[in-house]
């Protein structure tokens, strides 16, 4: 029957996928929970404390076989075994740190299974700087555009969004995606602080663009928020806009902030205290990426006027697009390191099953 054929088909491209995240090297995997990752400072350790324990007794463990063969094997080799079995297990606590971490990675392959939707990709890129925090907007500017970001992409169906989020650098905080429980709850957890300070537009937009894959034929757009003036960084916004622009890209951009002066955060030692000091938005530049790559610049002085500029941007054209069918429960990709650290755990184990008997 042809929905059986489908279904068929369906799950065989699926296990393709699955086989493909072999072939992608370690270095370009990405996580969408890397504070795992921290777990990683004690394997060393616990490496060290294991190799070194109990140096009289190799590695609480003695041979199942008999005194001559013992003494045939000798001590280098008993300490080699024991330094195999506590870095197999080492490396299996490695790869199970990894898989909490959840892994994912971007890269696409044209056997993939594809389903057709009606939607454009949209990447946000959103300032958390410092000055994001200033209070001529309730409760602040930041939580404000995250509230509004939010109402956007609730409002939004079957578009790929994505964010980026930026201060002295950029950070992808969660890539293109379809799940948007998963975005909003990213954008739930944004602060300022979270990267080095500054307000680097032009490293925002540029990682951005590069979230965006330029093979596809949809629509693609970035809607870049900031309430500040670049700083220097190691690409120019007018460079990025370039770079979007090549590639097919529209970028919306949205200065943040109230006419005149604004109650900015200031650090002093007795805490934080606000000050009134004047609004200051590079709108030249903006004005300049939105034209370079056939946007457009829109002035948000209250929470208000921002919600209204989100609605006029979800007015854009819908165009088909080529969404990938990720299972909605799983978007990580944790095979590969599961795998890993089951296999090196079945030999470590076998190793020492054969070769050792603990101390009772």
């Not at 086989?19 to 616990?46: C, G, H, K, T, V």
């Not at 005194?67 to 297990?89: C, F, H, M, P």
């Not at 610049?297 to 500029?309: G, K, N, V």
Request: hydrophobic share 45%; with cysteine; net charge neutral.
């Amino acid at each position: 029957m042809p929905g059986q054929s489908a279904l068929l088909f369906k799950h065989r491209k699926y296990a393709k996928r699955m086989f493909n995240n072999w072939n992608i090297a370690f270095w370009e995997y990405e996580f969408f929970a890397p504070y795992w990752l921290l777990l990683l400072l004690f394997i060393p350790f616990m490496w060290w404390y294991s190799i070194n324990s109990d140096k009289k007794t190799p590695g609480n463990f003695k041979f199942s076989r008999t005194t001559s063969d013992q003494e045939a094997l000798g001590d280098n080799n008993t300490k080699y075994l024991r330094w195999i079995v506590v870095s197999s297990y080492s490396f299996v606590a490695c790869m199970l740190i990894f898989a909490l971490a959840r892994p994912f990675n971007q890269r696409l392959d044209d056997d993939l299974d594809y389903d057709l939707h009606s939607g454009i990709d949209i990447v946000m890129a959103l300032d958390i700087s410092s000055s994001m925090l200033a209070r001529d907007f309730s409760p602040n500017r930041l939580e404000v555009a995250k509230k509004v970001a939010k109402q956007f992409v609730e409002g939004r169906k079957g578009d790929r969004i994505g964010l980026v989020v930026y201060e002295g650098e950029a950070f992808t905080a969660c890539p293109a995606t379809l799940d948007y429980s998963l975005l909003t709850s990213q954008i739930d957890q944004l602060q300022s602080g979270m990267l080095k300070p500054g307000t680097a537009i032009g490293v925002g937009l540029g990682t951005a663009v590069t979230r965006l894959r330029s093979d596809s034929l949809q629509s693609k757009v970035i809607i870049l928020l900031t309430d500040g003036v670049s700083v220097h960084s190691e690409i120019t916004p007018e460079t990025a806009a370039q770079l979007a622009k090549a590639k097919g890209i529209k970028v919306y951009t949205i200065g943040v902030g109230s006419e005149g002066t604004a109650p900015y955060p200031e650090m002093t030692p007795f805490g934080v205290r606000y000050v009134d000091m004047p609004v200051e938005i590079d709108e030249v530049t903006l004005r300049n990426i939105a034209q370079i790559t056939g946007g457009k610049y829109f002035r948000a002085t209250d929470e208000a006027s921002l919600r209204s500029i989100y609605k006029e941007i979800d007015l854009l054209e819908k165009r088909a697009f080529e969404a990938l069918n990720v299972n909605h429960e799983l978007p990580a990709m944790p095979l590969p390191f599961l795998s890993w650290a089951l296999v090196i755990g079945i030999v470590a184990w076998s190793i020492q099953l054969l070769y050792f008997r603990t101390n009772g």
